[in-house]
């Protein structure tokens, strides 16, 4: 379902505004593949993106994609959800399990704790860049996480261990500023 106003919500109409729930259904992708008819099990909205993830483990995309937002290795927007091919960050065996878009990043929890970016990130977090193609986050790397959030420019994320991270342009909103950017909550 979608309702609202801007890209993420209608693509084709920026200034589109839906005042009643519709339905959206998938895109295969380039190489034929679909999510069509499959269960959505998460779902995140950013400033002009949407993620979804399917109870398969599929991920959908569909927005402005202007920083590699919606993980598809590219810079083109999708009018419709559309699924994304196999993430080369996605270690073998290992799935998604959530999703959260934000402003024009996104970032991918796997059930083996890793956090997978893409799009624009700045202000610690292991790198001041965009993220064209996702990527594992370096700072957390080796730290099994259990659950993420994303704020307007800003993450935590809690571990399995459940110490809390932040990080991001205003990791400081969370209370804290770490060397930086990144901090270690606890």
Known sequence: MRWGRGRGVSPQS????????????????????????????RCSMGEHHCVVLTSGGDLLAWGQNRFGELCTGDINDRAAPSLVGPLAALRAGDQMCEVAAGVQRTALLTRGGDLITAGRWSGGGGFESVNWVPQLLPALAGI?????????????????????????????????????????LG
């Open 144 to 184: 099994k996480l259990a659950e993420m959030a994303l704020g307007k420019a800003h993450a935590v994320a809690r571990a399995d261990d459940g110490s809390v991270y932040s990080f991001g342009e205003f990791s400081a909103a969370c209370g804290h500023e770490g060397e930086g950017g990144f901090e270690y």
């Open 14 to 41: 920026p200034s589109a505004k839906i005042t009643a729930p519709k339905h959206i259904a998938a895109q295969s992708s380039e190489g034929g593949a679909s999510a069509a008819g499959a269960a959505v099990a």
